[in-house]
């Protein structure tokens, strides 16, 4: 299935990200490039020829789910983000998100992902499920009760801006305090980007000679 989001960036973290993922799909080339000359694909004809192809192709598949090939965006950003979500707790299973609740990572009370200056670009990621659902959900169900104390605090001070100002210090700060607590899925994806885009490429490795 995939969920695809979007995020904003600085477009120089976004250009980074993306010659990652060049220099991967230009590493993978040589690496196929290699292994069908070790496989004498030149020399095979049918049944022989199909088979070196599917091993090759399975053995590429095989790199590409461990992390040695990362040649989409996603690719590129599962190790970090794994660790990421590993991090905050959030790599388990969770409850589904209640029909009709407001989604994750566009929490009131948030700072969304506009906060901070030079986020202009956007990123487009289609993330697997494996990688999506924990997100999601986790960030849902972990800044709920954040949620429902600022909505508290709202029933209480109004949330208009007259209505602010007659608030008490104490209760500003504890407003703030609150809203400091949630995370949206644009921080922790733009966490993961950044930790991805300052680690030098995971070079895929060149197939061994046959038998070795």
């Given at each position: 299935?995939?969920?695809?989001?979007?995020i904003?960036?600085?477009?120089?973290?976004?250009?980074?990200?993306?010659?990652?993922?060049?220099?991967?799909?230009?590493?993978?080339?040589?690496?196929?490039?290699?292994?069908?000359?070790?496989?004498?694909?030149?020399?095979?004809?049918?049944?022989?020829?199909?088979?070196?192809?599917?091993?090759?192709?399975?053995?590429?598949?095989?790199?590409?789910?461990?992390?040695?090939?990362?040649?989409t965006?996603?690719?590129?950003?599962?190790?970090?983000?794994?660790?990421e979500?590993?991090?905050?707790?959030?790599?388990?299973?969770?409850?589904?998100?209640?029909?009709?609740?407001?989604?994750?990572?566009?929490?009131?009370?948030?700072t969304?992902?506009?906060?901070?200056?030079?986020?202009?670009?956007?990123?487009?990621?289609?993330?697997?499920?494996?990688?999506?659902?924990p997100?999601?959900?986790?960030?849902?169900?972990?800044?709920?009760?954040?949620?429902?104390?600022?909505?508290?605090?709202?029933?209480?001070?109004?949330?208009?801006?007259?209505?602010?100002?007659?608030?008490?210090?104490?209760?500003?700060?504890?407003?703030?305090?609150t809203?400091?607590?949630?995370?949206?899925?644009?921080?922790?994806?733009?966490?993961?980007?950044?930790?991805?885009?300052?680690?030098?490429?995971?070079?895929?490795?060149?197939?061994?000679?046959?038998?070795?």
């Amino acid at each position: 299935m995939g969920h695809t989001m979007v995020i904003a960036v600085p477009p120089a973290d976004l250009a980074r990200l993306d010659a990652y993922v060049d220099a991967h799909k230009t590493a993978e080339t040589r690496w196929q490039a290699a292994a069908e000359q070790q496989a004498g694909l030149l020399d095979l004809r049918g049944p022989a020829l199909r088979a070196a192809r599917t091993r090759i192709r399975g053995e590429r598949d095989r790199l590409r789910e461990a992390g040695k090939h990362r040649v989409t965006r996603w690719r590129a950003l599962a190790p970090a983000l794994r660790a990421e979500l590993d991090k905050r707790a959030l790599l388990r299973d969770w409850e589904p998100i209640p029909e009709g609740a407001q989604q994750a990572g566009q929490n009131l009370g948030g700072t969304g992902p506009y906060d901070g200056a030079g986020y202009t670009a956007r990123l487009c990621v289609t993330l697997p499920d494996a990688l999506a659902v924990p997100l999601l959900r986790g960030v849902y169900w972990t800044n709920l009760p954040h949620l429902q104390a600022l909505q508290a605090w709202g029933d209480q001070w109004g949330t208009d801006t007259a209505n602010r100002r007659a608030a008490l210090d104490e209760a500003l700060a504890e407003r703030a305090h609150t809203a400091a607590q949630i995370t949206t899925t644009g921080q922790i994806l733009r966490t993961a980007l950044h930790h991805t885009i300052n680690q030098p490429p995971n070079t895929p490795t060149v197939p061994a000679k046959p038998g070795t």
